[in-house]
């Protein structure tokens, strides 16, 4: 078959553009948003498809031209070196840079539109990532972390209010780790020794979604999930109460000060 690689190398635009068009059916999309500030990161991200895809397309296009246009089997003529358009080299010099300048404004507005600035509201929860969990500390009456009220979950289930700001403090134990919540387009990582915040609002008044941890360096470390729940005010409330009083029930009492 005289042009073969041509052929083949058409195939790669056709069948890439047939795996987004068909994504959808097979429910191999986006994961649905649940957050109140996620249509800004999707929009983001069908932004960079658009851009990703037309110059992949243009690119596999162009090289199919050269496979077919200058094939050994169909030009037996040698073809000489020649030094090419300054137009040419200026156009491709000008475009791909005017396009990262577009991408990096279009992702700066974008973060401001998704995060904006730190929510004026008490820290919910501080979640602190280990090998190989996330423990999750919620303040105590006083409202402070790290007092001697404070109830800590260890299972990898975390409840949060819904239809509200809902500001975390996001720690690492020991080595790397991320946190993700894929429904609320939330993903950060977080070194040892630091701290991060994240904020968001989930604007369904009940929802159960995934909650990703793991190491970024470490293969299949994504595999491993928990749960968050976001339920009302007042339920969240009873179940941090009830939460609260096992914590309580099962503490080992300080033995007594000798005096």
Request: proline fraction near 7%.
């Amino acid at each position: 078959m005289k042009h073969y690689w041509a052929f083949l190398f058409l195939l790669v635009p056709i069948l890439g553009l047939l795996t987004v068009v068909l994504a959808p059916n097979f429910n191999d999309g986006l994961p649905p948003d649940v957050s109140e500030n996620g249509w800004a990161i999707d929009r983001w991200f069908i932004f960079l498809l658009y851009v990703a895809g037309i110059s992949f397309v243009f690119m596999e296009c162009a090289l199919c031209y050269s496979l077919w246009h200058y094939s050994g089997r169909s030009s037996r003529e040698p073809r000489k070196s020649r030094h090419g358009s300054r137009l040419l080299k200026a156009a491709w010099t000008i475009l791909p840079t005017f396009v990262f300048l577009l991408i990096a404004v279009y992702q700066v507005k974008t973060l401001a539109d998704a995060q904006a600035r730190r929510p004026d509201v008490p820290i919910t929860a501080e979640v602190t990532g280990r090998q190989f969990r996330w423990d999750v500390r919620y303040p105590g009456a006083d409202g402070l972390l790290h007092t001697p009220d404070d109830m800590v979950c260890v299972d990898g289930d975390i409840h949060l209010p819904s239809q509200q700001k809902v500001l975390l403090v996001i720690k690492s134990g020991d080595v790397l780790h991320r946190f993700s919540m894929p429904n609320l387009r939330i993903l950060q990582d977080v070194a040892p020794g630091t701290e991060q915040y994240v904020w968001f609002m989930c604007r369904e008044p009940r929802a159960a979604v995934d909650m990703m941890f793991g190491e970024p360096w470490l293969w299949g470390a994504s595999n491993r999930k928990g749960l968050a729940t976001f339920e009302p005010d007042e339920d969240f409330k009873n179940w941090l109460t009830r939460k609260a009083a096992e914590q309580n029930a099962h503490r080992v009492p300080e033995p007594p000060h000798a005096e």
